[in-house]
């Protein structure tokens, strides 16, 4: 099983020993493998996700909130 780039990111989030993570298995500065907690990594993986879309949903409603047209939105965000 190999992780998502999210989990990795995840892994190395909760985990500051952690400077790598290949596949499925983290490592630590001296190339020492780290046990993590896959359900905590997954969580906090879709914690992380939720927050971008949280955020652009904001950033969104205040353009909105500012007068922008939908078509303005698109245009300054692609």
Known sequence: ???????????????SEVITV??????????NEVAYDLQAVTAQAEADAQAVIDTKASALAKLAALGLTQDEVKALIG
């Open 22 to 31: 290949n596949g499925d298995i983290a490592y630590d500065a001296e190339g």
């Open 1 to 15: 099983m190999s992780l998502t780039t999210q989990q990795r990111q995840a892994v190395i989030k909760l985990y």
